[in-house]
């Protein structure tokens, strides 16, 4: 599953308990009719991923739904739900961190040393 949209909000990263359980958040407010502003959380080593982004950047982010179930001291079970985030790409033009820059396709010299006799196996 993918969210898109704009960053609105980059949390800080957390560090929780004693195995150092790393968490950040990052905010995204969705362009459509009725904008929603979807909290994604990313974990461990994915909370480096956030490091190269900009509030107001336009973003697509992998997600994953996640949900637990908890069963209090008292017995009453509650279930929770998060949006955990696995990937994300910057969806500015050029601007997609790790993109090579590829030159546009007219920026490229013609082949001059075709061969029509050559042997082709393709059917069309």
Same mark, same amino acid.
């Given at each position: !599953? ?11 990263? =957390? &560090? %929780?308990?004693? /195995? ?9 407010? &969705?362009?459509?009719q009725y904008?929603?502003?979807? !909290?994604? *959380?990313?974990?461990?080593? =994915?909370?480096? $991923? $956030? ?24 017995? *009453?079970? =509650? ?9 994300? *790409? /910057?969806?500015?033009?050029?601007? &997609?961190?790790?993109?090579? /820059? ?11 040393? $075709? /061969? ?5 196996? $393709?059917? %069309?």
């Amino acid at each position: !599953m993918e969210v898109q949209g704009k960053i609105k909000l980059i949390g800080d990263t =957390k &560090t %929780f308990g004693n /195995n150092g359980f790393r968490k950040r958040e990052v905010v995204v407010t &969705t362009e459509e009719q009725y904008p929603q502003h979807i !909290m994604v *959380e990313f974990v461990q080593d =994915k909370t480096d $991923l $956030l490091d190269s982004y900009k509030v107001g950047q336009p973003v697509k982010i992998g997600i994953n739904l996640r949900g637990r179930e908890w069963v209090s001291p008292q017995g *009453e079970t =509650k279930y929770f739900n998060s949006i955990q985030g696995w990937r994300i *790409e /910057n969806l500015a033009a050029g601007n &997609t961190p790790g993109e090579q /820059n590829v030159p546009p396709p007219d920026n490229f010299e013609p082949a001059n040393d $075709l /061969n029509d006799e050559d042997y082709d196996d $393709l059917p %069309f």
